[in-house]
């Protein structure tokens, strides 16, 4: 989709504000996009910039000589484009990658949407499979108080899920 401004670039900022009671939609160019009056501050988003904020925001520096044995991606190269070869880079950077993964989403594992129907069911699988590996979790770091909690909470979501 063009600028709807200038008519010359592709449009990359989708811009909605309520005008005189109607809603008002524009889809503008960067550089359009920064002419607008906005009442909030306008920032680009750079996916590389945000792995590579995030990466420097704690995560363990990668090794200088870190790369894909698949696709030969190195890592510090993903950090600057924020992209990855293939499917082999998550094993060969999942060191570096699963910390980032944790803060971005709150899990290394895709989950996805949910069909409303089966919400309930798999909504209860997830939570059974998450309580089940903090219970192995506290069970190794010997915090059993903790762990009697989890097994209580795994039984009784168990017993809700056979009804």
Do not use: N
Not at 56 to 74: E, M
Not at 93 to 101: A, E, G, I, R, V
Not at 115 to 130: F, V
Request: proline residues 4%.
């Amino acid at each position: 989709m063009l600028c709807q401004r200038c008519e010359k670039k592709t449009a990359t900022v989708h811009l909605t504000r309520f005008k005189d009671g109607h809603k008002e939609e524009l889809y503008l160019c960067s550089d359009c996009a920064g002419d607008e009056e906005i009442d909030f501050p306008f920032t680009p988003f750079s996916l590389a910039g945000l792995i590579g904020e995030l990466l420097g925001g704690g995560a363990r520096p990668a090794a200088p000589d870190l790369q894909c044995r698949g696709c030969g991606l190195r890592f510090r190269e993903f950090t600057r484009k924020g992209l990855l070869g293939c499917a082999r880079c998550y094993d060969d950077f999942s060191s570096q990658l699963d910390p980032l993964l944790r803060r971005m989403h709150g899990s290394v594992r895709h989950v996805g949407k949910q069909p409303l129907r089966r919400a309930g069911a798999i909504g209860i699988q997830r939570k059974l499979e998450e309580l089940r590996h903090l219970l192995q979790e506290a069970v190794a770091h010997e915090e059993y108080e903790k762990a009697a909690r989890l097994r209580d909470q795994i039984r009784e979501l168990e017993r809700r899920k056979a009804e």
